[in-house]
């Protein structure tokens, strides 16, 4: 087996049944952590156990294309900064995470009873995580052991009413709320605003789409497109809605150095799934905590090489687009 394994090869391998032998004879430097908690259990795929092996081994549509235009995109260095005391803490709707990475729903599991391995393995690294209104029907989500979840409403059996409820009695922090059409998206973020708990438009896919949204009373946009990355327009959103509500991202996402390049370019937090993914069919809650530790790492590697010490220093000045 090659030496030569990227982050998505290693953590698929895991998904997909290697042993710890065969981890081990990738080099990989990181390799220990990956195999530090219940190692046993990521020998296999277990049907079983609700993983979607089909959804969790290939690749979106439009991961090559992200990948394309984020290989356009490189980090400025800056080696001699002090970064002696970073801190990559965020706060988001009045709470605090450990970094701006959001754990975000993927249809493998959110929306099923594995939402509750998700959300606990999230809480353990400090970051919060996008669950479905249907999850945890006996109460509330998590023992409070690290950021409230924020609810994904159900666009196809639409019920305002519903969503409201589950988000109060799942104690979420915000609720995303997907959005294909924008006569429609203004409706149900108004409907949704009632609620007092923060709405975020999900599937916005461009400068006017984003404006709509936060006229509707939108608290935050997600750049999520299936057609295209979004990274590509993530500059002009966020340029186009200022400092008036965050503009977060999706689709795709899978290191630490392209978090930067998005935070760089406007971004207020990534979220990430497809990984997730493979830690939760790996090894349950611990396997997506330590996915989100490894996202959580790189990115405070990339920050102290970049010379920043913490997301409020982190700007456009950082990356050079079309550099490769």
Known sequence: MST???????????????????????????????QRERASEWLTVVDAR?????SIEGQSPNDDALTAVLDRI???????ADVSRLDAHAVLFGQTMYEPIVVGAHPSYTGTARDEQILRGAQAAGATAVIGESGF??????????????????????????TMERASVLGARAIVLPVASRATGARRVRALSGSGIPVLVSGVVGREAALDAMDAGARAVVLNDERRAPILILEEV????????????????????DILKALALGAAAVLVDRPVAWGLAAAGAPGVRRVVEILQQELAYAMGMS????????SRSLVRVGAR
């Open 238 to 257: 966020a340029d186009a809605v200022g400092r008036r509500i965050p503009v977060l991202i999706s689709n795709g996402f899978v290191g630490g150095e």
């Open 4 to 34: 030569q394994w990227t982050r998505r090869d290693m953590i698929r391998a895991m998904a997909l049944g290697a042993s710890a032998p065969v981890l081990a004879s990738t080099g990989c430097d990181w390799q220990e952590g990956l």
């Open 50 to 54: 609700g993983a979607n092996r089909d």
């Open 74 to 80: 490189t980090l400025v260095p800056h080696h001699f």
């Open 137 to 162: 029907e006996g109460g509330r989500a998590g023992d409070r052991v690290g950021p409230d979840p924020w609810i994904l409403a159900d666009s196809v059996t639409w019920d305002p009413v519903r």
């Open 307 to 314: 010379g920043v010490s913490n997301p409020a220093a982190i």
